[in-house]
């Protein structure tokens, strides 16, 4: 059978995204929205800056996106499931669709770069002859093999959040969503960072990253969707960082 490009296209267009809010809105009080109505539509494979000052509801899209809070009107679909009817056991198994990287690492001081990789595994019950397996795929991932036995307070924060990336993925999340990432880096080490999320996307994950980094934004020239007062004020295929209010 000849090869239809324009079939092709159609059927990415069919394909649901891996995420999708309609009409979304949050309030945290009669007289504090932190979400007006955001629309925002994200396909499977795709990279993705999410940008805005402080207070332009940033947090509150992460929050809803985990359901750590529940949205006040509107829908949220993530791997293909409504986020607001998850109850109980299945919001948990939802969560492990997502890995998540925070600014501060949070990564366990008490344990090895190896140990807090497994325990992202135990956690879930992934059986024991699967772990050390499963660890140095990741450590080889992220270029940390021979980290394997350090602990957090011997690395460098670049180190430390490779780690961080590499037990987020242990899992085989389909997202892999980045809340500032390179917040506490220098600027050798959050272009390493990047290039490292690069990569896991091209291989396939679903990456979101939210950042206030400038400079990150513009050298990557991703999409770019900005929020201002709560609301998505531009969704740009190959954006920059808008610094002004729009």
């Known amino acids: 059978m000849d090869f239809d490009i ?15 809010f309609q009409d979304v809105s949050k309030d945290y009080s009669k007289d504090v929205r932190a979400l007006h109505n955001v629309n925002i539509r994200i396909q499977k ?11 332009s509801g940033k947090s509150t899209l992460i929050k809803l996106m985990l359901k750590e809070i529940l949205a006040s009107k509107g829908k949220i679909f993530v791997a ?5 009817k998850l109850r109980g056991h299945r919001t948990s198994m939802y969560r492990r669709s997502i890995g998540v990287v925070f600014q501060n690492y949070r990564l366990l001081k008490t344990m090895t770069v190896a140990e807090n990789i497994e325990f992202a595994l ?3 019950g992934v059986p024991d002859w699967k772990i050390d397996r499963q660890v140095a795929k990741m450590l080889s991932l992220v270029g940390l093999e021979d ?20 037990r987020a993925l242990a899992n085989n999340p389909v997202i892999l969503l980045a809340d500032e990432p390179t917040g506490n880096l220098d600027p050798k080490a ?29 050298k990557m020239r991703k999409r770019v969707i900005t929020l201002h007062e709560g609301r998505v004020v531009s969704d740009e295929e190959r954006g920059v960082y808008h610094n002004a209010e729009i």
């Open 45 to 55: 494979g795709e990279f993705v800056f999410i940008t805005g000052q402080s207070g």
């Open 6 to 20: 324009t079939r092709e296209i159609k059927a990415i267009e069919l394909e649901p995204p891996v995420i999708l």
């Open 122 to 124: 135990r956690v879930v």
């Open 147 to 166: 980290k394997y036995k350090a602990y957090p307070s011997e690395l460098s924060g670049g180190q430390q959040q490779r780690v961080a990336i590499a």
């Open 80 to 84: 293909g499931k409504d986020v607001g």
């Open 190 to 218: 959050s272009q390493e960072i990047m290039k490292l999320l690069d990569d896991i996307n091209k291989r396939g994950t679903t990456v979101i990253v939210v950042t206030h980094n400038a400079e990150v934004v513009d």
